[in-house]
């Protein structure tokens, strides 16, 4: 079972950057493929970049890819968002998924366990 937290969330201007956190709980995750997902009001819920156990692999949506970088710290359980020259349509609800399996994965339906979400709003 792994618990996730984010964390980072906030209101920035266009063009501004903002790091979002995520801090899982138990002992194994440094096994899971990590992710991010978001979802804008009135949208499905979209892949914005996914990071394999070990942080060797990377995979980034193209509407975010030279602007976000995602990492990860096994040592303190926690997989980062950094999010750069950020665009109002980046505005959502971003939340970090954890894949038993180990993969940076981009299918949502991949991932068992979901944290509760932090709000990025990017104002024009």
């Known amino acids: 079972q792994v618990q996730l937290v984010e964390s980072g969330g906030g209101l920035v201007q266009a063009g501004g950057s903002l790091r979002l956190s995520c801090a899982a709980s138990?002992?194994?995750?440094?096994?899971?493929?990590m992710g991010w997902f978001r979802q804008a009001p009135g949208k499905e819920r979209e892949f914005v970049t996914a990071?394999?156990?070990?942080?060797?692999?990377?995979y980034y949506a193209d509407s975010v890819k030279g602007r976000f970088t995602i990492s990860r710290d096994n040592a303190k359980s926690a997989v980062y968002l950094q999010m750069n020259s950020l665009k109002p349509e980046d505005t959502a609800v971003y939340y970090c998924?954890?894949?038993?399996?180990?993969?940076?994965?981009?299918?949502?339906?991949?991932?068992?366990?979901w944290g509760q979400g932090t709000q990025v709003t990017v104002s024009s």
């Open positions: 990071i394999n156990w070990s942080g060797a692999h990377t």
């Open positions: 998924a954890a894949d038993q399996y180990g993969s940076a994965e981009y299918r949502a339906v991949r991932y068992d366990y």
């Open positions: 138990g002992r194994t995750f440094s096994s899971y493929g």
